[in-house]
């Protein structure tokens, strides 16, 4: 098969490895990719979003699937661009209809899709410009901290979660005044939910499903969890919590009711379903006894996370090619996975300044010097052949190891032979559970 997988990220560099390791797979595609990509398939000078450009390239070269890598391009709908095409219709596109991505692309959408199929998730409501003063009067019945999330797309950024009352409705003014663009236009005000964050992941071929391995990702840029939100600092799986006993409330709860959903609704959703969740625990229950928590859906993504999918794709031992074809097909239920059973850990490399203002382009060192790890680029680009930071989020050093503490250090220990000017990463990825 020749395969065009979409993106140019940390994901899209994991997705790569794995498809790579297929013996179904003739050819592989990354548009556009990055320095990475290029060293497992052949990169592409397209943007996720040309479908005109991907369209041409996909005929020319006989591309027989494309795999959807970021959210962009399924919101603006890339799957239904195929599928009305006489001469694409025939080419599965992994990710869902545009109907189907409104689950990412509409935070609004999305909790009205929870409340009508009776998914746990916060109390909510959803708010304009024109009801500002309601949105205020709203933020006066909850408790701190305050949860405020953009409606639209916002690149994993539009999310803050303030801890005063004055400081959540200046924040609302803000961002209903612009502050993220078009995407705040509408703001979703929803209870706040304290607990341990989980982020499971299926695919779906429209009516089964098959879940692939869990993991734990951490979003702010200092250690403890302090500091602003970024895109992933880095993840663990499996977590600890998440045994049989609490997949199965996700199953029976969260999954089987949002895919049974979506068919009921006629929604067309072939791809994966990133379900963010939070376990919420009973009050003055210790972490080591999480699994008697209730899991909340805090977001869906209608593609895998990152960088959640560099240490999923560590620990997936099926063929991810096999999968898409289940997918593809309508016959995934006859494809079982199989997890790997040692832990994986990833941490991710950071340019300075990041989450806020960074500079691109200085070489980058000691990548040869890496062993027992796997990296994945995430921005990253080459300039005279050299490898340059090209990103906030650079490169993500991931390890196997028996349990989450020896893959742990086997990436600290790598992370540490890799440089680039102001580079930083977090020493604590998973401490707080492992």
């Known amino acids: 098969m020749k395969l065009l997988l979409l993106g140019s990220g940390g994901r899209e560099h994991a997705l790569a490895w794995k498809i790579a390791q297929s013996p ?30 991907i369209k041409a390239f996909v005929l020319r070269e006989g591309i027989d699937m494309v795999v959807v890598g970021p959210e962009d391009p399924l919101v603006k709908g890339i799957a239904d661009f195929f599928r009305a095409d006489a001469a694409l219709s025939a080419i599965p596109v992994i990710g869902p209809s545009k109907a189907g991505a409104r689950l990412e692309g509409s935070k609004d959408f999305a909790k009205g899709f929870m409340r009508r199929h009776n998914i746990p998730t916060a109390a909510y409501r959803t708010f304009t410009r024109e009801t500002l003063d309601e949105g205020k009067a709203f933020l006066r019945t909850l408790k701190a901290p305050y949860v405020l999330k953009a409606d639209g ?14 400081e959540a409705e200046k924040e609302l003014e803000a961002m209903l005044g612009g502050m993220f663009g078009n995407a705040s236009a509408s703001v979703v005000i929803e209870e ?9 992941f299926v695919l779906t071929d ?16 200092g250690e403890g969890d302090t500091g602003p939100n970024t895109g992933g600092m880095g993840s663990v799986s499996p977590v600890p919590f998440a045994d049989a006993r609490w997949m199965k409330k996700v199953e029976d709860r969260i ?6 959903g979506l068919r009921e609704e006629g929604i067309d959703y072939r791809g994966f379903i990133f379900f963010g969740l ?7 229950t210790d972490v080591a006894n999480a699994s008697e928590g209730d899991p909340y859906v805090i977001e869906y993504n209608v593609r895998m996370g990152d960088p959640e999918t560099e240490t999923v794709m560590l620990r997936l031992q099926t063929d991810l090619v096999e999968l898409f074809e289940g997918v593809a097909t309508g016959t995934l239920a006859s494809h079982p996975v199989s997890f790997d059973s040692r832990s994986a850990v990833c941490i991710m490399l950071v340019s300075g300044g990041y989450p806020a203002s960074y500079a691109k382009g200085y070489p980058i060192s000691g990548l040869k010097d890496v062993q027992e790890s796997i990296v994945f680029h995430a921005g990253t680009a080459l300039k005279d052949a050299e490898v340059v930071t090209n990103g906030g989020r650079v490169l993500a050093v991931c390890s196997y190891g028996k349990d989450g503490e020896e893959a742990l250090a086997a990436s600290l220990k790598n992370a540490g032979k890799i440089h680039f000017t102001d580079s930083y990463f977090r020493r604590d990825i998973g401490k707080d559970i492992l």
Do not use: H, W
């Open 24 to 53: 179904k797979v003739e050819k592989l595609y990354i548009a556009p990719g990055n320095a990475g990509t290029a060293e497992v398939g052949t990169n592409v000078a397209l943007k996720a979003d040309d479908f005109e450009g």
């Open 278 to 284: 939070m376990n919420v625990l009973p009050e003055g």
């Open 192 to 200: 706040y939910l304290s607990g341990i964050e989980c982020s499971v």
């Open 206 to 221: 429209g009516k089964d499903y098959q879940i692939l391995p869990e993991a734990k990702d951490y979003k702010r840029i």
């Open 255 to 260: 999954i089987r009711p949002t895919v049974n």
């Open 153 to 166: 797309l916002c690149a994993g950024k539009g999310v803050l979660i303030v801890p005063t009352l004055d």
